[in-house]
């Protein structure tokens, strides 16, 4: 366990700098984050063990990177532990906890395909997927679609590419229910879609 992180005052410090790097979107802003918190703390309870602190501080900086994607031409998760390192050096977090967040924030990324190991990085990979399905998810689709200048066809093959598997990858029993519940929505959704057109 981080002891430094247990600290209310340090976690509240992380937040302060990681909402600096988010603006108030729906699909990747700092409402995104808020719903993962939630999720996150709801599957935390399938394990025995798991140092909520970290788990929300990581929260709070997984996606700090997202905006500078384009910029620096590589993977969020990668930046936002690049953004997030000095950061955490400066507030005194000792080294150990850094490379915990540094592995819950890489292990969240669909794209890198970093293996969680830990049950932090375990949760936050599922509850940042998760954020993706429901009725959340297909707003959150379309918005980036649109922001994106992804055609129509494109945002709705990314329902059948990615976001209707995300069960098959989840790591608890409570993140796989939650995460099928909301996938049951979006094939409602994408049948009454195609009812209507």
Known sequence: MCKILANEE???????????????SFDHGWPHVERVIKIAITIARDY????????????????????????????HAQISVEI??????????????????EHVILAHSYTLGVVPETNEAKILSDADKIDALGAVGVVRAILFGCKNN???????????DKLLELDK????????????????????FIHQLKKEM
């Open 48 to 75: 025995d063990c798991v140092d909520k602190n970290l788990l929300i501080a990581s929260a709070y900086l997984h996606d700090i990177g997202r905006k500078y994607e384009a910029e620096f031409n590589k993977n």
């Open 150 to 160: 992804r055609s129509f066809e494109k945002t709705f093959n990314h329902f059948f």
């Open 84 to 101: 997030a390192k000095p950061f955490l050096k400066q507030i005194q977090i000792d080294e150990c906890c850094i490379k915990q967040i």
């Open 10 to 24: 340090i976690l509240e410090k992380i937040k302060d700098f990681a909402k600096k790097h988010y603006d108030d």
């Open 169 to 188: 990858v989840m790591h608890s029993d409570t993140a796989r229910k939650i995460a099928q519940e909301r996938i049951r929505f979006i094939k409602k």
